[in-house]
T-cell receptor, first 118, second 113 residues
Framework: DGGITQSPKYLFRKEGQNVTLSCEQNLNHDAMYWYRQDPGQGLRLIYY???????QKGDIAEGYSVSREKKESFPLTVTSAQKNPTAFYLC?????????????????FGDGTRLSIL | GQQVMQIPQYQHVQEGEDFTTYCNSSTTLSNIQWYKQRPGGHPVFLIQ?????EVKKQKRLTFQFGEAKKNSSLHITATQTTDVGTYFC?????????????FGKGTLLTVNP
């Protein structure tokens, strides 16, 4: 089955520690996204990538970093600079409509990672 | 920047009652997408509307895109307990890169059996 796999499902971070959330997709999608979800806040975009070796900051990138070395993988690192990391993190991917150059394809989401502070 | 607003934030209904959530964008949208997130789950794509005034139906769900392409609605007829979840609308970013979506904060629907 094609899909997006996020791991781990639950993660705990100690003070001053960096943690990395994994996101892998086998849908052959070019674009990948990281969202943060807090209660009552909806989905807020952290980073996104349209192509390998390129990524862009979203609306709340401070305290986070990403890499896109392979098409299938888009890991997110929550650094110690992120002072309030407790949230539900969702990874998504989508086809990029090259001809139209715009977002008109649905996003497919992974099951998410719940991050808490110890 | 672009804003997408949804109302209401919460809606509790008795099973069998109808439900509507509204979505308004600060800018004209090329399209609008709707997603459903069950409690404890992840968002799942429901539908995309592209044309001005478009109406699409999926069984008991009716989706509308406004004539000005700045607002949209989702109406559920005769709700069932399986409809429980948060419904999000999302529109493409209007400036700069067009490869990202702006999501509304969602409407949480609970259904009393």
């Amino acid at each position: 089955d094609g899909g997006i796999t996020q791991s781990p499902k639950y993660l705990f971070r100690k003070e001053g520690q960096n943690v990395t959330l994994s996101c892998e997709q086998n849908l052959n999608h070019d674009a990948m996204y990281w969202y943060r979800q807090d209660p009552g806040q909806g989905l807020r975009l952290i980073y996104y990538s349209q192509i390998v070796n390129d990524f862009q900051k979203g609306d709340i990138a401070e305290g986070y970093s990403v890499s896109r070395e392979k098409k299938e993988s888009f890991p997110l690192t929550v650094t110690s600079a992120q002072k309030n990391p407790t949230a539900f993190y969702l990874c998504a991917s989508s086809i990029v409509s090259v001809l139209l150059g715009r977002v008109d394809q649905p996003q497919h989401f992974g099951d998410g990672t719940r991050l808490s502070i110890l | 920047g672009q804003q997408v607003m949804q109302i209401p934030q919460y809606q509790h209904v008795q099973e069998g009652e109808d439900f509507t959530t509204y979505c308004n964008s600060s800018t004209t949208l090329s399209n609008i997408q709707w997603y459903k997130q069950r409690p404890g789950g992840h968002p799942v794509f429901l539908i995309q509307l592209v044309k001005s005034g478009e109406v699409k139906k999926q069984k008991r769900l009716t989706f509308q895109f406004g004539e000005a392409k700045k607002n949209s609605s989702l109406h559920i007829t005769a709700t069932q307990t399986t409809d429980v979840g948060t419904y999000f609308c999302a529109g493409p970013n209007s400036g700069g890169s067009n490869y990202k979506l702006t999501f509304g904060k969602g409407t949480l629907l609970t259904v009393n059996p």
